[in-house]
């Protein structure tokens, strides 16, 4: 899986950049996602999560982290569908974008007892499954995609 971190400002550490690559690469396994398919990753302050979270959803607030998915479930884009080629390659998914707030993620992590890693971590696992159709509306869908969250975490080694 291609993931791209994107902390203009540096806030991560490399070792947080590689923890929240390796959580996305555990989470696409378990879901079993196409392994070519791409996502990026931006770290943020509370001011940039707010201003995306008023124009992309009319709520103006900081949160802690936001999915754009790109794609809707489309898997390979077969490009002869465009142009004729002899051999005809595949592009992969884009899946879309997670932004984080580092601000709200140390505030959470001071708040729920546990450290920085443990909340990008969630956060990220958490803006994954969004990005793969998993949401939390009704009791049963929380109840699921918590579940996997809470796996791919403890499997990881990120417990609270």
């Known amino acids: 899986m291609n993931i791209e971190i994107i902390d203009d400002e540096n806030y991560l550490t490399l070792?947080?950049?590689?923890?929240l690559?390796?959580?996305i690469n555990l989470a696409s396994k378990k879901l079993e996602v196409n392994p070519?398919?791409?996502?990026d990753i931006s770290i943020v302050d509370n001011e940039r999560i707010q201003q995306l979270n008023r124009?992309?959803?009319n709520k103006d607030q900081a949160t802690d982290v936001l999915s754009f998915a790109l794609n809707e479930g489309e898997e390979w884009l077969e490009l002869d569908s465009f142009v004729e080629l002899e051999?005809?390659?595949q592009i992969a998914p884009h899946l879309g974008d997670i932004i984080i707030?580092?601000?709200r993620a140390k505030e959470q992590a001071i708040e729920y007892g546990h450290s920085i890693d443990r909340?990008?971590?969630?956060?990220?696992?958490?803006?994954f499954l969004h990005l793969n159709g998993?949401?939390?509306?009704?009791?049963?869908?929380e109840k699921e995609m918590f579940a996997l969250q809470d796996e791919v975490l403890k499997e990881y080694g990120l417990c609270r």
């Not at 070792?15 to 923890?19: E, I, K, R």
Request: a negative charge.
């Open 119 to 127: 909340e990008l971590g969630f956060l990220a696992v958490h803006g």
């Open 101 to 103: 707030s580092i601000e």
């Open 36 to 39: 070519h398919s791409e996502v």
């Open 15 to 19: 070792d947080q950049s590689d923890l």
């Open 87 to 89: 051999e005809s390659p």
């Open 55 to 57: 124009d992309f959803r």
């Open 134 to 141: 998993y949401d939390h509306q009704t009791a049963e869908e």
């Open 21 to 23: 690559k390796e959580l």
